[in-house]
């Protein structure tokens, strides 16, 4: 049973694209939610915490969907500094933080 | 500066030859956490701490012992490696609590066993 899963990608689009990626998970405990990032051989950052009524940063905004059981992640504008590997991921109270595999982005010029 | 510390950064040893991941945070974070990352695998937790003295095994424990005596260390002991824990590893902190705190990363130690 996998808790949390994303589409691998990797996404490849061009600058100045819109590209949205989706999580869903399989715990309807679910408590909290985030998007991390990943540049290679580097260290997960945390990019964005996920609420109920959506919540934006710039350029990006995350959606969370109780019901259904999903989160999605919209990056407008793509920057090629955007490029890297998006994880979505999801903690349930007092337990540890779970993480999808990861969508890989490329953006283009 | 707020950070979680990892050392060594990268590491090259021999089977069975016993070694230590040291991990501190200065950020007096309650949870600890040491995940491994492998290609197409994502990232598996191998332990998790919610506070001194208070461990317990994540996915992937095999092979490996933790510790947490004080608050702010969580070392990762290896007591006899083998090449199938080659990897890249990840020490993370987090505050406990209601709010949505997400984890904060080490820079990562690249291990490999020959």
């Known amino acids: 049973r996998k808790e949390v899963e994303q589409d691998p990608g990797p996404f490849n689009v061009p600058e100045g694209a819109t590209v949205a990626f989706n999580c869903t998970y399989s715990?309807?405990?679910?408590?909290?939610f985030f998007w991390y990032r990943q540049d290679c051989r580097k260290e997960p950052k945390l990019l964005m915490s996920?609420?109920?009524s959506g919540n934006e940063d710039g350029r990006f905004t995350a959606q969370l969907n109780r019901a259904s059981q999903y989160i999605s992640l919209l990056i407008r504008d793509s920057k090629l500094s955007d490029s890297a590997t998006y994880l979505c991921v999801v903690n349930m109270g007092n337990t540890p933080l779970v993480f999808g595999k990861g969508t890989r982005l490329s953006v283009i010029a | 500066e707020a950070q979680v510390t990892q050392n060594p950064r990268y590491l090259i040893t021999v089977t069975g030859k016993k070694l230590t991941v040291t991990c501190s945070q200065n950020?007096?974070?309650?949870?600890m956490s040491w995940y491994r990352q492998d290609p197409g695998l994502g990232l598996r937790q191998i332990y998790y701490?919610?506070?001194?003295?208070?461990?317990d095994k994540g996915d992937v424990p095999e092979g490996y012992k933790v510790s947490r005596k004080e608050k702010r260390n969580f070392p990762l002991i290896l007591e006899s490696p083998s090449p199938n824990q080659t990897s890249l590893y990840f020490c993370?902190?987090?505050?406990?609590?209601?709010?949505?705190?997400?984890?904060?990363f080490g820079s990562g130690t690249r291990l490999t066993v020959v």
């Open positions: 950020m007096n974070h309650e949870y």
């Open positions: 993370a902190s987090r505050p406990a609590g209601r709010e949505p705190y997400g984890y904060t």
């Open positions: 996920v609420y109920s």
């Open positions: 715990n309807s405990a679910s408590q909290s």
């Open positions: 701490s919610m506070n001194v003295e208070v461990t």
